[in-house]
Every structure is written in structure tokens, then in C-alpha cells.
T-cell receptor
Framework: GEDVEQSLFLSVREGDSSVINCTYTDSSSTYLYWYKQEPGAGLQLLTY?????DMKQDQRLTVLLNKKDKHLSLRIADTQTGDSAIYFC??????FGQGTTLQVKP | DTGVSQNPRHKITKRGQNVTFRCDPI?????LYWYRQTLGQGPEFLTY????????KSRLLSDRFSAERPKGSFSTLEIQRTEQGDSAMYLC??????????FGEGSWLTVV
């Protein structure tokens, strides 16, 4: 079946950049998504990228897509403590990765 | 606020009881999804509706689970004879603009 892989944990210092990586197997996705989940909360759509794009920038967020390698990344510039959460990479078929826990140290 | 409303937000029930969750999706959108999320895991697909029709069901959806969307608007997810393994957060999702998918806040189920 379709699969989405993410590293489970990332720790950065406040003010640094964070990069969360994802690889997926579904080649038919029209969109790819990043969702954020804070403890005990639901899923917040953070950003998404259309599959014919290589990059999308949205304020502190940069999404990079390498469609050939089926690799998606999310870069958060100037990471803040409020960015501490779990980040999910999601394909167009709404298949979720296990999530990457981002820990931001002050 | 994503516009997807779920209730109840929390439910504690005794093993063997039945529970029902409701989802009110973003209006005028014909697709609706149910997911389940256990601690430390990503959400897992349960089922998908297009209007009233239930088009896909995961094998996670045992015969104790039933989902309906009677008029193509709100949806219910019922779990009969609950088991402790059913303890999870049940999430509903609905498309927004440009095929973005919005999730509700989820319904937490604890089976004791």
C-alpha cells in the first residue's frame, strides 16, 4: 500500500531554522500537505503544495518538493517555541506519515 | 476554526456500551472523511463519503463500526460494544477551497 515516512523527532534552538523531511510512495497526488498538531488538539492545515510546483513560500514556511525522488520538506525559519508540535506530511490520498515531533528549546 | 464541527469533544464510556460521534462538515462540500488517531501515531483512514454514498471503508472499520451520512450533510460514526482498543481520537475532515482538507477538533473516546 501507499506509505509516507518521516523522521520521528527534531530538536532545534529558538531562532534556528527547522527542516522536516518526508518521503512518500504515492505518485498520483495532486496536492501534498503539511499539518500541525499541538498536544491534545486537532489537526491544523499548515500549508500545501501543488504537485507541479517545486517550491512554495508562505511567510516563515518554505515547502520544497522533489517529485522525481518523492521527497517533500518543510522549512520553518526563525523557529519559535510556539512552533513546538507534531508535523504530519500528508499525500493527496490523505495518507499520513507518523509525524515529526519538533521540540524548540529556548 | 476550520468550519468542521465535531461532538462530543470527549466521551468516556464503559466497555460494551455503544457510542456515537457526529460531524458537521463545511457546508456545500460533498466529500467527508473519518479518521482515527491513537497516541503517538498519525491519523488512520476509516471511511469516506461522497454525498450520501459511503465510497470507501478501511479494513480498520470492523463490523462494530458503522458510519452514515443520511442527507449528504452531517455524518455519524457509531461504535457498538466498545472495547478498550477503541480508545482514540476520531477525526472528521472536509474539503475547503482548492482541494485543501480541513479537520475538525476531533472526538476523544476513552473506554474504561
Amino acid at each position: 500500500g501507499e506509505d509516507v515516512e518521516q523522521s520521528l523527532f527534531l530538536s532545534v534552538r529558538e531562532g534556528d531554522s527547522s527542516v522536516i523531511n518526508c518521503t512518500y510512495t504515492d505518485s498520483s497526488s495532486t496536492y501534498l500537505y503539511w499539518y500541525k498538531q499541538e498536544p491534545g488538539a486537532g489537526l491544523q492545515l499548515l500549508t500545501y503544495i501543488f504537485s507541479n510546483m517545486d517550491m512554495k513560500q508562505d511567510q516563515r514556511l518554505t515547502v520544497l518538493l522533489n517529485k522525481k525522488d518523492k521527497h517533500l520538506s518543510l522549512r520553518i525559519a526563525d523557529t519559535q517555541t510556539g512552533d513546538s508540535a507534531i508535523y504530519f506530511c500528508v499525500t493527496g490520498k490523505l495518507i499520513f506519515g507518523q509525524g515529526t515531533t519538533l521540540q524548540v528549546k529556548p | 476554526d476550520t468550519g468542521v464541527s465535531q461532538n462530543p469533544r470527549h466521551k468516556i464510556t464503559k466497555r460494551g456500551q455503544n457510542v456515537t460521534f457526529r460531524c458537521d462538515p463545511i457546508s456545500e462540500h460533498n466529500r467527508l472523511y473519518w479518521y482515527r488517531q491513537t497516541l503517538g501515531q498519525g491519523p488512520e483512514f476509516l471511511t469516506y463519503f461522497q454525498n450520501e454514498a459511503q465510497l470507501e471503508k478501511s479494513r480498520l472499520l470492523s463490523d462494530r463500526f458503522s458510519a452514515e451520512r443520511p442527507k449528504g450533510s452531517f455524518s455519524t460514526l457509531e461504535i457498538q460494544r466498545t472495547e478498550q482498543g477503541d480508545s482514540a481520537m476520531y477525526l472528521c475532515a472536509s474539503p475547503g477551497e482548492r482541494d485543501t482538507i480541513y479537520f475538525g477538533e476531533g472526538s476523544w473516546l476513552t473506554v474504561v
